[in-house]
């Protein structure tokens, strides 16, 4: 088993960044790769992106490729999603969760394990 846990969204304008944090404790492990996906009202839960925890190499999805920053603190067990440049559109829950390493970390259905969520609003 392996617990999520996200922090760091808030109430922001337009322009302005947010850094989420998500905590992994349990049965972690370097097999796996984790990733943020987000989820706004009415849609479906969408890839934001990626990182390769033994690699460290990193996947965005377009839409926040530039703006976004994803990253791990291998010794805190800790992965960081920078959000600069936010806007409206970013407004979402945003989750994130634990796919085994040969899985496509794109595909949200194939994660092991997620996160709570924590709501991040972008307002104009």
């Known amino acids: 088993q392996v617990q999520l846990v996200e922090s760091g969204g808030g109430l922001v304008q337009a322009g302005d960044s947010l850094r989420l944090s998500c905590a992994a404790s349990?049965?972690?492990?370097?097999?796996?790769?984790m990733g943020w996906f987000r989820q706004a009202p009415g849609k479906e839960r969408e890839f934001v992106a990626a990182?390769?925890?033994?690699?460290?190499?990193?996947y965005y999805a377009d839409s926040v490729k530039g703006r976004f920053t994803i990253s791990r603190d291998n010794a805190k067990n800790t992965v960081y999603l920078q959000m600069n440049s936010l806007r409206p559109e970013d407004t979402a829950i945003y989750y994130c969760?634990?796919?085994?390493?040969?899985?496509?970390?794109?595909?949200?259905?194939?994660?092991?394990?997620w996160g709570q969520g924590t709501q991040v609003t972008v307002s104009s």
């Open positions: 969760g634990v796919v085994p390493t040969t899985r496509d970390f794109r595909n949200l259905y194939l994660y092991d394990y």
């Open positions: 990182i390769r925890w033994s690699s460290g190499r990193t």
């Open positions: 349990g049965r972690t492990s370097r097999n796996y790769d």
